[in-house]
């Protein structure tokens, strides 16, 4: 017995007489669905591709300079629509809000290929600002920093840490960008360092072990990507596993953490927001 088949919606009946009207042949069920998933697949890629463009982002800390708000192996995800405004007429209307002292930001570093940074605000543009035996002082008055750490086991071995902007030479015996070393002398008025229009002082939380504005200069505003707002994963790692610079290295880099997974999780700092 053939299968029964239904009209479909909407038939006119057909009179003895009158001629059948052509069948319609529509698309087999399996192939639509096909297409629909294709369809749903590139519109998941394009949103995807739109939010990492231009919403979240994802980075990983390969160094111990943010320590101890940020450690190495930390997986973070960055919001970049936060400080997108520009001042057009159409920022009012959008959830952008200027950076401030104290935000921690995501940014391409201004020199060696621009590798992604990630340090904390301290100096805005027009501050004046000193720093004397570890503390940071912004148009005179100290700054509250309760995430900073000292490491009393570095001495006295670098100035910048106990006396910015530098006097004299004592610039060239650290470890500075020599475009910085020239440049510096332009923004120093006084014993402070003012902070140009459109730039940014940022400096690590590991006062002592970071290589930060002290040592190549200020920070361009367009090269600001975002703030990191959450810690998605965190792993048990040290500097020298983000060293390696092999494919194969990599690839057992890879393999171990993958292999140790559970072990090395750092699970208390799993969905921990960064501030």
Known sequence: MPDETLPPENAAPVTPGET????????????????EYLESLLVTVILALFGTSFVVQAFKIPSQSMERTLLVGDHLLVNKFIFGGRGQWYDKFLPYRPLERGDIIVFKYPYQDHPHFVK?????????????????????????????????????????NYSFPPVGNQIFVSQVQPEWAHEIRKYIQGDELVV???????????RDHSLDSRYWGFVDRDAIMGRPFLIYWSVDANSSDYNETSFGQRIIGILDTLLHLPARTRWSRMLRTVH
């Not at 059948?20 to 297409?35: D, F, K, L, R």
């Not at 301290?122 to 920093?145: A, C, M, R, S, T």
Request: cysteine-free; overall charge negative.
């Open 20 to 35: 059948e009207p052509e069948e319609t042949h529509e698309a087999p069920a399996n192939q639509t669905t096909i297409s």
């Open 120 to 160: 904390r605000v301290i100096g805005l543009p027009g501050d004046h600002l000193k720093l004397v035996e570890q503390q940071v002082y912004i148009n005179g008055k100290p700054l509250y920093e309760p995430y900073v750490v000292h490491d009393p086991a570095t001495g006295y071995t670098d100035p910048l």
């Open 196 to 206: 140009p229009p459109g730039r940014y002082f940022a400096m690590g939380d590991n």
